[in-house]
């Protein structure tokens, strides 16, 4: 797979994202049907806290020699960051947001840039490219729970993921 290609892929979850969520009410916000024992609420809140990190881990590769990427545990963040009282909404137009000014930097790089890495706490070495490919991955991972979880709850939408954007 080529860079754009990488980049369009990693540019395009945020609309992919916003078109997940579409027409649920607060109740299937917020409902637990499975798979999976987090609520839509609760991904969509997650896919963001991620992709801020991710950012900021793409963003020390770029500008720093050798960074150190710290993991976090997502699911204490999941407990003491309240993640069902935010607006699923606003989650999804920061995700989109940092999507689309993550990938403008991105971008702007020479190719050679991608070969960059940081050293993370849990992974070890990994690279500009890896991080952008992780984090399009990640994404597709949670669409997939999400998609099941509506269909779940009876507001079942076509899937759409960004691997089918090849």
Same mark, same amino acid.
């Given at each position: 797979?080529? &860079?754009?290609?990488? !980049?369009? %892929?990693?540019? $395009?979850?945020?609309?992919? @994202?916003?078109? =997940? !969520?579409?027409? @649920?009410?607060?109740?299937?916000?917020?409902?637990?049907?499975?798979?999976?024992?987090?609520?839509? #609420?609760? @991904?969509?809140?997650?896919?963001?806290? =991620? /992709?801020?990190?991710?950012?900021? *881990? !793409?963003? +020390?590769?770029?500008?720093?020699?050798?960074?150190?990427? &710290?993991?976090? /545990?997502?699911?204490?963040?999941?407990? +003491?960051?309240?993640?069902?009282?935010?607006?699923?909404?606003?989650?999804?137009?920061?995700?989109?947001?940092?999507? %689309?000014?993550?990938?403008? !930097?991105?971008?702007?790089?020479?190719?050679?840039?991608?070969?960059?890495?940081?050293?993370?706490?849990?992974?070890? *070495?990994?690279? &500009?490219?890896?991080?952008? +490919?992780?984090?399009?991955?990640?994404?597709?991972?949670?669409?997939?729970?999400?998609?099941?979880?509506?269909? $779940?709850?009876?507001? #079942?939408?076509?899937? +759409?993921?960004?691997?089918?954007?090849?």
């Amino acid at each position: 797979m080529t &860079l754009d290609v990488l !980049i369009d %892929r990693f540019e $395009n979850g945020g609309p992919l @994202l916003a078109y =997940s !969520i579409t027409n @649920l009410s607060r109740e299937h916000e917020l409902a637990r049907p499975g798979p999976g024992a987090w609520s839509v #609420a609760e @991904l969509v809140v997650h896919m963001l806290d =991620s /992709d801020l990190v991710g950012a900021d *881990r !793409i963003k +020390r590769v770029i500008a720093e020699d050798s960074p150190t990427l &710290l993991a976090y /545990d997502e699911n204490a963040w999941l407990a +003491r960051l309240g993640y069902e009282d935010l607006p699923v909404e606003e989650a999804v137009s920061m995700f989109l947001a940092n999507r %689309r000014w993550v990938s403008r !930097i991105l971008r702007s790089l020479p190719e050679a840039d991608f070969s960059r890495a940081g050293d993370h706490t849990e992974k070890g *070495r990994v690279t &500009l490219a890896e991080l952008v +490919r992780g984090y399009v991955g990640h994404l597709d991972h949670h669409l997939k729970f999400l998609y099941a979880k509506r269909g $779940n709850l009876g507001m #079942a939408v076509y899937p +759409r993921y960004s691997y089918a954007l090849e």
